[in-house]
């Protein structure tokens, strides 16, 4: 199995199915070392997406509860070849463990990187949903694989992995932003309103009357840093919470947020009537509505 890169440089090469396999492997192993502090342990980065080229280095996130006691584990891990590179006060909201040549002092070669992350938090989101959001929209991928092939040769000798790296940044914050609403395709979801119906919003230069509960849910974020905005069809009197499904998301072309759109479980909207319930807000951006 070809594996690993010299440390500092970039190169892609085709999906190898011996990827997953060493991916499993590893995952196995960390769950045999750190046992039940291992909450969930998963295959990201683009070599665990099949239809794209990656640099054949595996990457894993590993979510756990208590940083701490990973730490404490850190000679066990560097005795089956897990060297630890940076602690959470230098990557936020991350240990980061590395495998490779370069890491025990035999060669310049690095093959794995293990992100351990808090389980349930933003970092583990953002790992499982870009991956999923790629494997599930293969134009997307492919959007990404053509980036990724044009900054390897722009960038192929040492020092250009940061420049790689870099590169990347944009696709891959607009890339989350998506994924995040995507990810809420279908699922019951909780509500708080703060802006229920009759609600007036005087905005720089014109006043919005609200036709429809609109709020966020408690504790995810959205593109603009706020809580997630959701937009609640189907229900005609003023709300101050409830619980519903997502049904949709407006994608905004020419915004930081997308939004999503919810209803009472069981009731259906064509993409049409969902347009036109959000259109009073809506109408101000390049939108695009979205159902699957």
Partial sequence: ????????TVALMPHRRE????????????RGILGNLVADVQHVGSTSIATIMAKPIVDIALAVNDFDAVIAKRDELQAAGYYYRKHKDDLPDQLLF???SYYDGTGDVQTHFIHVVKAGGTVWRDYLNFRDYLRAKPD???EY??????????????SGRERYLAGKHDFITSTLRHALVWSYLGRLIHIVIDRPVGYVHQKEKYTLTYPINYGYIPGVLGGDGEELDVYLLGVTEPLSEEDCRVIAYAERKD????KL?????GTAFTKDEIASAVNFQEKWYDTRIVTE
């Fill in 261 to 265: 759109i919810a209803a009472p479980d």
């Fill in 98 to 100: 590395a495998r490779g």
């Fill in 140 to 142: 997307k991928a492919r």
């Fill in 145 to 158: 694989e053509a980036l990724k092939l044009r900054l390897a040769n722009e960038c192929p000798i040492d």
């Fill in 255 to 258: 915004d930081v947020e997308d």
């Fill in 1 to 8: 199995m070809e594996l690993g890169l010299k440390r500092g």
């Fill in 19 to 30: 990827w997953e396999d060493e991916a499993e492997r590893i995952a196995n192993e960390l």
